[in-house]
């Protein structure tokens, strides 16, 4: 699979900020957590976040925005990367290509309500795009993020160690973690974080946002 990465169009109403490059020297790894957020599991994760200094790109589901606009805020606040993963968590491939922009449009909007001031990158729920909806984003220049490395389709999640051994046992350079802790597994994903630190690390990999690795162009051997 393979990240594809272009500019937001403004007939969506979403920023138009331009990502500065990065440096793409070393193993970079970029971390992504999807849904949400939900109160406790967000504070968790923040709280290892912050203590293991690692940037991080939550994808927000707009009715989940406004129900706890308290922890949309603190990611925010935390200076994390936020993704657009549509307004109510449907497939957009299975509605008329109206609805699907319409739920697009709706979390960009949200997202610069709660002061979100970067450009979000779209995670469409699934993972999932028709030929239309996919042939207009493409057209309009929008952000579309794509993985590499999802634990939960490989390892028990209920065990922290065997996530971090997946991760380190298949991460390459340009690597995008993606994680769903909100719903499921939120404990051991939030004990996991330490272990992939400190293994992923110690193979002289680093840690950076997902838009850093996005604008290099260079996003491993997907």
């Known amino acids: 699979m393979r990240i594809i990465i272009t500019a937001i169009s403004s007939i969506f109403l979403c920023l138009s900020i331009t990502v500065s490059a990065k440096s793409s020297e070393g193993k970079r790894i970029a971390l992504a957590f999807s849904g949400g957020p939900v109160p406790g599991v967000t504070e968790s994760l ?61 979390t960009c909007k949200l997202l610069q309500h709660y002061g979100y001031q970067e450009r979000p990158t779209i995670l469409p729920p699934f993972g999932s795009l028709s030929k239309e909806l996919g042939s207009l984003l493409a057209a309009q220049n929008f952000q579309v993020a794509r993985w590499d490395l999802e634990p939960h389709l490989h390892v028990e999640m209920n065990k922290p160690e065997a996530i971090a051994d997946y991760i380190v046992q298949n991460a390459i350079d340009g690597s995008v973690i993606m994680l769903h802790p909100m719903y499921e597994h939120s404990k051991e994903v939030a004990e996991a974080l330490p272990l992939i630190y400190t293994q992923v690390t110690e193979r002289g990999f680093y840690f950076v946002s997902l838009a850093q690795i996005i604008d290099t162009g260079s996003v491993g051997n997907l």
Do not use: W
């Open 46 to 106: 923040l709280i290892q976040l912050e203590t293991l200094q690692i940037p991080a790109t939550f994808f927000l589901v707009g009715k989940e925005m406004e129900r706890f606009p308290k922890q949309t805020r603190s990611i925010i606040n935390a200076g994390h990367q936020l993704g657009n993963h549509g307004y109510s968590y449907i497939d957009l491939a299975s509605l008329p290509l109206s609805s699907a922009k319409a739920e697009i449009k709706k």
